[in-house]
């Protein structure tokens, strides 16, 4: 599959291009061009290309499903050549810095909040062009003389209406930007809400910011021009928040006579009908809704506070316009009962039924989160839940002696969570045939079960095949969500006490074969 701008890191490549901008050689090295047969096979490529530029400083961004990889190919740097430095970067590096640093000697300087202040002086210090100290550049945490972890005061965050001086197209492959279907625009940044689950509020310090809209489109001109894409991902948690502002981009937009199209996140409630009518007409072609739950309790329990209602009737708004809805749910909060899970399956459906693309989370125990703060002494570990992930298995004994600096890999039991481990698996497969799934959900409620248990007996009937999945590590695609699909069907038509007859069995195999059409 050809590489696409959307596996960048727009951060790295701002920060790249401000050390480029100051005269200093820089290279990337990205992770998905390296061969990933095994771990160790990806490791040792990994670092030879790092080696291969001879660098004197080599700094990672840090994601919490990667940390534990980026930990490792730092020790293996430093093994090789200890005079390198090296430097984290990123939000997990950020909300874990001082567990880091004291833990692991191969990291030498995490740097914490925005960069773009701080890049610059951290290259000129360690490279001793000018006379900074450690103790003079914000946001940079370091061991002192006597060892001691010394955390300097944050740099300012960048104000509301920011600008760039520059573009940083000159360091991606061309071929990468012409083979990509969308490119990823960095409008803004920071939520100014806090639900529990979402360590953002941490990070951007619930700093809400847009970039200046004259800068943003000067960009998105600048890509329609020198390589054609017209297509835009808008990266920010939150775009709509400044109704006045968001309706002020559309008119800019579509004065600029290109016929862009773009897609962005948004809130349910910091979108109404006049915005969504206006983002359409200026060329919105997606939106991306967090929902997370279907249960207004559960809503105020993680600070949430949508109202469900209300959930409903915008995404049918922002379908009535044409507009690609995807909504995004959690289930497996610790005090998610089963009432509130039935709900939250229930909203699910329904925005299904009226063409949302709905997606179905497990809940992780974000580092930074307040769910996290509150529960993090009676996790446990369990790498099974994330065994797809890339050298779990191989770096396993790291991870388990630091659940502070790696939670993705630390779970949270109850008896619910439990029943109901293989629910994303099963709302998967159903995703990739909607209208067979919707049919046997539907039918399944009509035979007198409510959604929890309709979907406790999907994964009944296929737990055998979820099982060996896990175990064996297998990525299950379309075609054995057919097969899956199919032993559904055939057991469900002998089942003893939900049995589906010969016209629901036809119906359910007709819509397979036909993939829905």
Request: net charge neutral; with cysteine.
């Amino acid at each position: 599959m050809a590489p696409e701008l959307r596996q960048e890191s727009i951060g790295t490549l701002i920060l790249a291009q401000k050390a480029v901008e100051s005269k200093y050689k820089v290279a990337i090295v990205r992770f998905w061009e390296a061969n990933r047969i095994d771990y160790n096979t990806f490791a040792i490529e990994i670092c030879e290309r790092i080696f291969s530029y001879m660098p004197k400083i080599v700094s990672f961004y840090c994601r919490e499903s990667e940390y534990h990889i980026l930990i490792d190919l730092a020790k293996r740097i430093k093994k090789v050549s200890p005079i390198t430095t090296i430097v984290f970067g990123g939000p997990q590096a950020e909300l874990t810095a001082e567990d880091t640093l004291t833990s692991f000697s191969c990291v030498d300087y995490i740097c914490c909040g925005e960069g773009e202040n701080t890049i610059v002086p951290l290259l000129d210090m360690i490279l001793n062009k000018n006379n900074c100290t450690e103790h003079t550049i914000p946001g940079l945490v370091y061991r002192d003389a006597e060892c001691n972890i010394v955390k300097n005061r944050l740099p300012d965050l960048l104000p509301d209406n920011y600008t760039r001086s520059f573009l940083y197209y000159d360091l991606v492959p061309k071929n990468i930007i012409l083979n990509s279907k969308s490119v990823t625009i960095d409008v803004g940044r920071g939520c100014p809400f806090s639900c529990t689950f979402c360590s953002t509020k941490t990070f951007w310090k619930q700093k809400f910011r847009l970039r200046d809209l004259s800068d943003t489109i000067f960009e998105i001109n600048y890509v329609v021009n020198h390589f054609g894409n017209k297509l835009f991902s808008f990266s920010h948690d939150l775009f709509t928040v400044n109704k006045n502002r968001v309706l002020d981009f559309c008119f800019q937009i579509k004065e600029l006579g290109h016929d862009v199209k773009w897609t962005c996140s948004a809130r349910i409630d910091c979108v109404d009908e006049e915005l969504i009518e206006s983002m359409a007409s200026s060329g919105l072609v997606g939106i991306y809704y967090g929902v997370e739950t279907g249960s207004s309790r559960m809503q105020n329990l993680i600070n949430k506070r949508l109202n469900i209602q209300r959930c409903v009737e915008i995404v049918k708004w922002s379908i009535k316009n044409n507009v690609y809805v995807t909504t995004s749910f959690i289930y497996g909060f610790p005090d998610e009962t089963y009432d509130d899970l039935n709900k939250t399956l229930g909203l699910m459906h329904q925005l299904m039924s009226i063409g949302a693309n709905v997606q179905l989370h497990y809940l992780s125990f974000e580092k930074g989160s307040k769910l996290f703060e509150s529960y993090k002494q009676e996790l446990s570990y369990n790498s099974s839940e994330q065994t797809n992930l890339l050298g779990v298995k191989e770096l396993s004994q790291e991870i388990q002696q630091h659940p502070e600096l790696f939670p993705t890999f630390w779970n949270y039991t109850s008896k619910l969570r439990t029943e109901m481990k293989f629910l994303k698996n099963i709302h998967e497969i159903g995703r990739e045939y909607p209208r067979t799934y919707l049919i046997l959900i539907s039918m399944l409620i009509k035979k007198g079960l409510d959604y929890v248990g309709a979907y406790k007996l999907l994964i009944e009937l296929i737990q055998d095949s979820l099982v060996r999945f896990e175990r064996d590590n297998v990525v299950i695609k379309k075609s054995i969500c057919y097969f899956l699909f199919e032993k559904i069907i055939s057991r469900l038509s002998t089942h003893p006490e939900y049995r589906i007859t010969e016209s629901e069995t036809s119906l359910l195999k007709t819509t397979l074969l036909n993939g829905n059409l």
